[in-house]
């Protein structure tokens, strides 16, 4: 339900919600040797565009329902205390779900003028209201204990009548403000018309700076409204909806939003006969790759998956040097190191799956891609400490390549990523470092070293991606969306099983 804010106490300042970078000049120069001066100046400007998105705050408040759904218990008009979860310090209006809100029916709370909302402090009347609510988000896929939110809501009602309201801050608003949960209009052009969802940094410095000469940017949407320009780009739409609405029609689906909306958002596209480009991972459960299988096989959309190895420079080079035939076994080695998430990061809600899904994948996508699909025959997983996402990985495949990952989050997050992956087909072996530094040689000599940057293959993949689509060919085949999808999630169904 919608909620029109009328007073608010702040109860805690959330951490570990997300990346944070500190300024740090030896994090910008490291940053600036392992990918250039371009790269660093755009994550500068995207990360710097995300302040307003990190300040979170758990708040307590009341105010009165302004929409809700039929046959809700808080009416129209109902006046309610709330607890707001992950939002901004003070808003205007706020959505929640039943859970998180409860009846003032008989209250006397005092009048708050219409034009402001009234900010406070917390105090200790609300200590008992952080437990298991903080952070909390309606797309994690994390139950709330309705136990617990009892006892939180009970708080929230004693303390807004023991509150001094007199002594609180006001914050005027404008008068006559409407809800807009979308804005801006679509202009002509020749180019297809792409829409992306998920405005985070991967998409503002990733996909639309290497998108834009094939394709027209229709709309942006994106459910956290502090990530969003004030400034807005014109000749588009702007939009919190997670999902397209039933008005929405476009060419491409760019789709880099939470991992367990990919499948759905790319279902969508494929059944208006549409192309959805997927930022990894492709699915998070059988039952959507089976839903995304089957709309490739009953509609004209195309499909392209988003991992960057595929398009990597690097491909070229190893071919040539293993001289592997198409289907031949490429063994397929890799020790990488993926930064700490933060507590309450996304990546850890239930709903996104574990590292494997959200990182490993990568690894385990490209093993198949340079072994051409080949069936797997065999996953074993352990896993390390239960302090850390430690995993140690091996596959055999039908074709008889071998794969062997140790992904980890122990380390150094000096430059953020690292890896190490070593290819190996009869007598050679091929280094690849970084996704930067290359290194090929067998028994006698060293037959070829090369470098570039580490994010040439997200430049490639997307303008590559972008060209393919306007030029009308095909996507990526079903075989390879099935055999990458089902093997992830395989090793993420061995990785739950194993013992720590």
Sequence with gaps: MRIRTHALITVDALQDLYFVRERSLWRLWNYLREVGLLWVVRKVVSRSKESSRNQKFLSAGWGVVVEAPPASRFPVGAPVAFVAPAHPRAFERIVLPPELVQSLEGTLLPEIPANAIALADGGPLLDGVAAGVGGWSAFSGSPLDPDRLRLALAHVVTALKAQDWTAARRFAIAEGSVVAEREGSLTAGKKPTAALFGYGNYGKAIVLNNIREALRIAAIHEIDPTLLPLAREGGMLWDTAP??????????????????????LAVHALRQGAVAVVEKPLATSVGQLDDLLTALDVTKGRFFAGFHKRYAPFNAFARRDLGTRLGDPVHYHAI????????????????????????????????????????????????????????????????????????????????????????????????????????????????????????????LMYRTIAGRIARGEVGDTSRSIRTSAQLVLDVELAYRAASR
């Design 243 to 264: 999902f397209p609405r039933d008005d929405e029609r476009y060419d491409v689906y760019l789709i880099a939003s939470y991992h367990h909306t990919h499948a759905r």
């Design 336 to 459: 990488v190191f993926e930064e700490p998430l933060p507590a309450r990061h996304w990546y850890r809600w239930p709903n996104s799956c574990s590292r494997i899904v959200s990182n490993g994948c990568h690894w385990l996508d490209h093993f198949l891609f340079l072994n051409d699909w080949s069936d797997t025959v065999g996953v074993e997983v352990s896993r390390g400490p239960s302090e850390s996402e430690m995993a140690n990985v091996s596959v055999r495949l039908a074709n008889g390549a071998v794969f062997s990952l140790v992904l980890t989050d122990i380390g150094s997050a000096r430059v953020g990523v690292r890896e190490h992956i070593e290819l190996r087909a009869g007598g050679v072996t091929v280094t690849i470092d970084d996704s930067a530094r290359y290194l090929a040689e067998n028994d006698k000599r060293i037959l070829r070293r090369a470098r570039v940057n580490k994010m040439t293959s997200y430049q």
